[in-house]
């Protein structure tokens, strides 16, 4: 390039000095590309058919459909295996260059081996409103017959819509269909249940979406997952995800304490103009926004009547509250044994990855692909295919055994066994017989990270979001605004397999307060053969509850100050044995930063839009003995 600029300004100056040299007359004007491209597809081993499928309301939706090469005149036709997503079909299904479908498909979503090994042919569609899809984009839009959604379209009716062509137009097929999904598109799988059509057959959602307010994607038990704004922003505001989240801060710590509240962000990165933070604004309790779309009310409404296989991660990041809110509501009406779980040592969609370890931990095993191969492909050739399987009701990987069971139910517990906070930050299956407090001092203008500074944004690529929940707590257990209870050395194991409640006794100096606990697993100052584990603090279940929803989740009331009261929540499912040699530890705080948006620890109608000034600190004191001391009550396998 230097050498071509250099030889022209050579020829200009020579043409000035008068030597007879002309600059070439300007040529035609051309495009060096076709009017139409034709892809070369010799060596594909699939059939690539791009349709856009009308809806009810005429809305085209554009679908992706791969067809293994050889299915036609197949003596054993294929079956479909559909996925609704709002991430780019397209995308999706054109992975790192390849003409081989299984290549095609190894990324987001898909299970290429389960997929390659069973013939099927693959279907992926992009939901109205992103992509190549036509109409108008509602995030998680709820259901037809609510009062939130006064048209006769959802998920339910263009999943029906989509399966109904499909059948009629895809001559290939065995006319079987199953629907599968992960996150958002393990939403789509389940609104798929919702007056299914009768070619769907199976389904599989994986860490699905359910509840947004209760431990999904947007709250936990009413506080607000600050940390997601930047996907809001990117999912909204464009039909292709063009606009980014713009971020100047390399730490997402200073990045969230640089406006205050999570509302002032918001506004300073553009979010008021999308129409689901507006919801977000106007909703902050567990109201009827919220209830009317839980998926876990929604199908309580009907039986369930196609086969379904819900996939749990134990560190789900994301989604830890979906699949088991779903299963504890539909399998006590299951009486045709349709329903079933899988319980895997996953982060959010692992499942479908190489999963022989988990951040730390080392599972001595890949149990994404032991499950793929013995839970995932039988489960979906039984039902698409007719061919026998040996899949139990609850599949469950079992931690610090690293085992995997076969379980007849979940919660696999049948008692309860409390686990006493104690005087002088100790632990123990006895409560003490003197009540007295543990106090620390909650400070907003220093909050505890979730996980060690830099924090980096959401995000997957080289990013520690994807495995936080196994991080090591030792990077805050020495902080004087965490209290950490210890219990003694087990000389035998304790297992657990549910969902720890707690019961957290404590008053706050303030109007409004957060509580975090944490159930850990220590692990001896040495491991043989692992040393990097020596002395390792595991969260085998932690979560977060604001105050303000004590007596009600529906509606935010401020606390009686300097008063004892109890709290009442559930940690996320676990099925673990604390070994013999290792420690229990409760952990105890008021703030978890920055996926969490700071509480002001002074009732505000609006958290989101707390001023500088609501923000003070509060001395919290647990409550430990006595009658009213604090415990969480163990789901104990005895």
Known sequence: MMKLRAGLALGLLLASAGTGWAAPAKGPVYDERPATITQPVMARDYERRAVDIPMRDGVKLHTVIMIPKGAKGAAQKPAMLLTRTPYNAEEMTSQHGSPIMAVALDGYDHAPDVVSAGGYIRVVQDVRGKYGSEGTYVMNRPFVGTSLNPTKVDHATDTYDTIDWLVKNVPESNGRVGIIGISYDGFTALAALVNPHPALKVAVPMNPMVDGWRGDDWFHNGAFRQIGMSYIWEQVATRGNENKYEVAEADAYAHFMKYG?????ASAQGLDQIGF??????HQAWDSFWQEQAMDKVLAKAPLTVPTLLVHSLWDQEDIYGAPAVWKTLKPKDSAGLLHM?????YHGQAIEKADTLGALKWDADTGKWWRMNVLAPFLAHYLYDKPMDVPAVTAFQSGSNQWQKLGG???AKSEKNLYLLPGEGLGFEPAATAGTVDYVSDPAKPVTYYPRPNQQEGYDGNPWPTWLVGDQRAVSGRPDVLAFV?????????IAGAPVVHLTASTSGTDSDWVV???????????????????????????????????????????ANT???????LPQANHVFLPGHRIMVQVQSSWFPLYDRNPQTFVPSILDAKPGDYVKAVQKVSVGGEGGSYIALPVVE
Request: a positive charge.
């Open 518 to 560: 944490k159930l850990i697993d220590v692990y001896p100052d040495a491991v043989p053969g692992d040393r990097a584990m020596g002395g390792y603090q595991l969260a085998v279940g932690m979560d977060i509850f604001r105050g303000r929803f004590r007596e009600t989740l529906a509606e935010a009331r401020p606390l009686k």
């Open 487 to 495: 219990g003694p050395v087990l000389d035998k194991p304790v297992t």
């Open 342 to 346: 899988s319980i895997g040592p996953w």
């Open 564 to 570: 004892p009261l109890e709290y009442v929540f559930e």
């Open 277 to 282: 933070w507006q919801k977000i604004k106007a």
């Open 410 to 412: 979940w919660p696999a």
């Open 261 to 265: 509240s999570a509302g002032a962000l």
